[in-house]
């Protein structure tokens, strides 16, 4: 169960990170797809999937936020890449805001994905 779990959870972050691409180029060359149901839709399906592939993780290996300090480092880094990813596609006023947003987003997904695979939150492995 671990394996598959944990297979659903990269290919869920791996095509969430495709889809904010998508949509942030869309929003870039100010194409109507960013409006699309498609595009409205399918992402909070596969972000629903990936969270839910998490909280399985979590429950199989024993380790929780606010107890192991790399999981709760990717819980406040989840909610900050939500945060700028908003701005980044719907909030921000002026382009330069949304592209702001959109590559401080693309770091903070980088640095999930690495404190996810060392499980260091400060990337302080040896």
């Not at 990170?17 to 109507?32: H, I, K």
């Not at 596609?89 to 702001?100: C, E, F, V, W, Y």
Request: charged share 10%; net charge positive; aromatic share 12%.
């Amino acid at each position: 169960m671990y394996f598959a779990l944990k297979h659903i959870h990269i290919a869920c972050a791996g095509l969430s990170l495709g889809l904010f691409m998508l949509r942030g180029a869309w929003m870039f060359s100010g194409s109507p797809l960013l409006e699309a149901r498609f595009a409205r839709v399918v992402p909070h399906v596969i972000d629903t999937i990936l969270l839910a592939s998490a909280i399985g993780l979590m429950l199989i290996i024993r380790q929780y936020p606010f107890v192991q300090g790399w999981l709760t480092a990717k819980v406040v880094g989840l909610l900050v890449y939500i945060v700028l990813g908003t701005i980044a596609l719907k909030r921000g006023r002026t382009l330069l805001q949304r592209g702001m947003a959109f590559f401080a987003a693309l770091a903070v997904f980088a640095w999930i994905v690495l404190t996810a695979r060392h499980h260091a939150p400060w990337l302080l492995v040896s």
